[in-house]
């Protein structure tokens, strides 16, 4: 008969974190901390349903989470989109889980089957959170930093919608959860220094002080001190211990009173309940296990099977998402009988105001009968100056480029720190905190964010950017400086592959018009769009005039035939913004030596793209097509064909006077002919 050896394998001895869950866990169970428990029980089911996802964070911060939704928050679970809500920024959006339970367990429409299906295709429920999946996230979250960023811009809209609007309409807060991470990313201290500078004391951060990141215990790679970090940014700071529901209402009781942005450093335990894994990496971005998920439950003493969630339990979770309702009904009586009922109404939905475009239009007008020679950023400043007094939500900014950029228009006041009643924003020199902002400031609703910088530092941008491309929202980015015609700067500056890197971002509308004509047309086209958001691409060098018509706006097909040909076409020089002049000189040269040639300008790719292909083989010609832009020909073939020739960049640029480098490089009239000539035989 077999006998069972006795286990002589030594017992891993708890870590101080797993020694201080298992003291919390011998306490009584509180009403509250059963409800933080649904948290956790929904989480751990959810990601070993899924075979992924990230628990630990959940279940660490579902004693905070829970403190904020049943105590401070201001929320109405039937209206999760009712305007004067407080706001709530999951930024550590791998922990998606803990928004998605609080969702469901509020009653704000996030079903038990939504929760099953976690990560799965079609589930509202995703793997990070994902702005329009549900009306109760906020923003999409996921790569660290961002969700923080953008509160700042949720925080300051509210500032100036109140500026504008007044307290009666608009009071509320913004919330956010962030992780080691989210604090480790560079974007985070621009958000924060910005934040603390304009003094956003209704902007607070509960900090998941948990010590643990992916590769293990934080202190392989930080040894910062986040408070006094904070504290010397402006920021009012205080540390709590996050399982203890009383510390954590004191802290946030204590943020609503301050004069300051406020960081709360929440200490968790990572996978709370979890016996073995709790306060280790091992709970951060893998299920559990079902062994280890079934022992975390038992340790809460859940005692209930997968996704269920006791009767009793569900319903205080749901008093709870009633607690704003009454409030929301005297917003609402508020808003009927005010006097900006309607212009807020129609600011909040993003509708444009009546007769907007008329300013435009008679610019268009003046611009046809002055054809002036100026750079495109000049002519957007004066597309501005007609706009922003006809759009009051549009708001504007740089990244400390004001007088490069163009963006400020005369007589509109700037935002300072306590004072929101302008409209313009001085950013400083934070590109990545200044585009998260703008889409908070786009997401919160009721403004119309654009700014400025050069078009070479999209790259600090890209990452906000390319999620307000994902988002759809509008906002719009004024980027200068466009090519090697900004000369002497060289190449640092020089941006001869950031047009091929923006045109690749899925929804983002690039415009690069050729004169003040364009520039005017695709500033309506950028304002217009409602459902993504929109770069102009503008030169630094002055241009000649090269439309007269002012009726239609011909860049709103993305591309269209500006000069047509003598006789039967023979080439088509296709070409965008400062290099449209040099396709019409070239143009001029070929049509002397009897080549029939057009001209085509094409601002928008996207745009043209969009066009059936009829139109499009009417505009482009089946015949030689030649490219001409001072940038590289990532993309060009598209629209050249196999056959087609590109008259551009092939490297980096240089130091030296505009004009001189488009001869050093080749980006000619008549270099342009030749190419032609040489292939026309």
């Known amino acids: 008969m077999a006998?069972?050896?006795?286990?002589?394998?030594?017992?891993?001895?708890?870590?101080?974190?797993?020694?201080?869950?298992?003291?919390?866990?011998?306490?009584?169970?509180?009403?509250?901390?059963?409800?933080?428990?649904?948290?956790?029980?929904?989480?751990?089911?959810?990601?070993?349903?899924?075979?992924?996802?990230?628990?630990?964070?959940?279940?660490?911060?579902?004693?905070?989470?829970?403190?904020?939704?049943?105590?401070?928050?201001?929320?109405?679970?039937?209206?999760?989109?009712?305007?004067?809500?407080?706001?709530?920024?999951?930024?550590?959006?791998?922990?998606?889980?803990?928004?998605?339970?609080?969702?469901?367990?509020?009653?704000?429409?996030?079903?038990?089957?939504?929760?099953?299906?976690?990560?799965?295709?079609?589930?509202?429920?995703?793997?990070?959170?994902?702005?329009?999946?549900?009306?109760?996230?906020?923003?999409?979250?996921?790569p660290l930093g961002q969700g923080l960023a953008t509160a700042v811009g949720m925080a300051l809209a509210e500032r100036m919608l109140a500026a504008r609007f007044g307290k009666s309409l608009v009071d509320h807060r913004t919330w956010v959860i962030a992780s080691d991470g989210d604090l480790m990313e560079g974007i985070s201290h621009e958000a924060a220094s910005f934040a603390g500078h304009m003094q956003l004391d209704r902007l607070c951060v509960l900090y998941d002080d948990n010590n643990i990141s992916i590769d293990g215990d934080t202190s392989i790679s930080l040894s910062d001190d986040a408070l006094r970090r904070f504290q010397a940014y402006g920021w009012a700071?205080?540390?709590?211990?996050?399982?203890?529901?009383?510390?954590?209402?004191?802290?946030?009781?204590?943020?609503?009173?301050?004069?300051?942005?406020?960081?709360?450093?929440?200490?968790?335990?990572i996978g709370f309940a979890a016996p073995t894994k709790a306060g280790t990496a091992a709970s951060h971005g893998a299920p559990l296990g079902a062994q280890e998920a079934a022992a975390a439950k038992a340790a809460m003493g859940w005692n209930h099977g997968p996704f269920e969630v006791p009767d009793g339990l569900k319903a205080r979770w749901e008093d709870a998402g009633r607690r704003g309702a009454g409030t929301r009904r005297s917003w609402l009586k508020r808003l009927a009988n005010h006097a900006q009922k309607d212009e807020f109404d129609r600011a909040m939905a993003g509708r444009l105001p009546e007769a907007w475009h008329e300013p435009l239009a008679a610019l268009r007008a003046k611009h046809a009968e002055d054809r002036p020679k100026i750079a495109t950023r000049i002519a957007s400043q004066r597309a501005l100056e007609a706009l922003v007094p006809a759009v009051p939500e549009m708001v504007g900014g740089s990244a400390d480029l004001t007088g490069s950029n163009n963006t400020n228009v005369k007589g509109i006041p700037a935002v300072s720190p306590g004072n929101y009643a302008g409209r313009y924003i001085h950013y400083g020199v934070r590109e990545h905190g200044m585009a998260a902002a703008m889409n908070g400031m786009a997401l919160h609703g009721g403004i119309i964010p654009y700014s400025g910088t050069f078009l070479v530092f999209a790259d600090y941008l890209r990452p906000a950017l390319r999620l307000a491309a994902l988002m759809r929202q509008r906002v719009i980015h004024v980027l200068t400086h466009d090519s090697i015609g900004l000369g002497e700067d060289g190449p640092t500056h020089q941006p001869v592959e950031t047009l091929?890197?923006?045109?690749?971002?899925?929804?983002?509308?690039?415009?690069?018009?050729?004169?003040?004509?364009?520039?005017?047309?695709?500033?309506?086209?950028?304002?217009?769009?409602?459902?993504?958001?929109?770069?102009?691409?503008?030169?630094?060098?002055?241009?000649?005039?090269?439309?007269?018509?002012?009726?239609?706006?011909?860049?709103?097909?993305?591309?269209?035939?500006?000069?047509?040909?003598?006789?039967?076409?023979?080439?088509?020089?296709?070409?965008?913004?400062?290099?449209?002049?040099?396709?019409?000189?070239?143009?001029?040269?070929?049509e002397a030596e009897g080549i029939p040639t057009a001209v085509v300008s094409l601002p928008s790719w996207e745009l043209f793209a969009l066009q059936d292909e009829s139109y499009r083989a009417q505009v482009l010609g089946d015949v030689l097509r030649v490219g001409i832009e001072a940038a590289l020909p990532f993309g060009w073939d598209r629209w050249l064909g196999p056959e087609g020739i590109f008259i551009g960049m092939q490297g980096f640029g240089a130091s030296a006077p505009a004009d001189e480098l488009y001869r050093h490089f080749g980006i000619t009239a008549e270099a342009t002919v030749a190419a032609v000539k040489k292939r026309l035989g």
């Open 237 to 269: 700071t205080r540390r709590v211990d996050g399982h203890d529901h009383e510390q954590v209402a004191a802290a946030i009781a204590w943020a609503t009173r301050n004069r300051k942005p406020t960081l709360i450093a929440c200490r968790t335990i």
């Open 3 to 142: 006998t069972t050896e006795p286990d002589t394998q030594p017992r891993a001895e708890p870590t101080p974190a797993q020694a201080a869950q298992a003291l919390l866990l011998a306490r009584p169970a509180s009403e509250e901390r059963r409800m933080a428990d649904a948290i956790r029980a929904l989480a751990i089911d959810a990601v070993e349903q899924a075979k992924s996802g990230h628990p630990g964070m959940p279940m660490g911060m579902a004693d905070v989470a829970t403190v904020l939704f049943t105590r401070f928050l201001k929320y109405d679970a039937a209206d999760p989109r009712w305007h004067d809500r407080d706001r709530f920024v999951l930024s550590a959006g791998h922990g998606s889980m803990l928004l998605y339970a609080l969702l469901h367990l509020t009653g704000a429409g996030m079903g038990i089957e939504d929760i099953r299906n976690f990560r799965q295709l079609h589930s509202p429920a995703a793997g990070h959170p994902e702005y329009g999946e549900h009306p109760g996230i906020e923003t999409t979250t996921g």
């Open 500 to 590: 091929a890197s923006l045109r690749v971002i899925p929804n983002l509308a690039v415009f690069r018009p050729a004169d003040a004509m364009e520039t005017a047309e695709c500033w309506e086209l950028a304002v217009k769009r409602a459902d993504g958001p929109s770069v102009l691409a503008l030169s630094r060098q002055n241009l000649p005039a090269l439309r007269f018509d002012h009726g239609e706006n011909r860049c709103a097909r993305g591309g269209y035939v500006l000069a047509e040909p003598s006789g039967t076409r023979r080439a088509t020089l296709i070409a965008t913004g400062s290099e449209v002049h040099l396709a019409i000189a070239a143009r001029a040269l070929l």
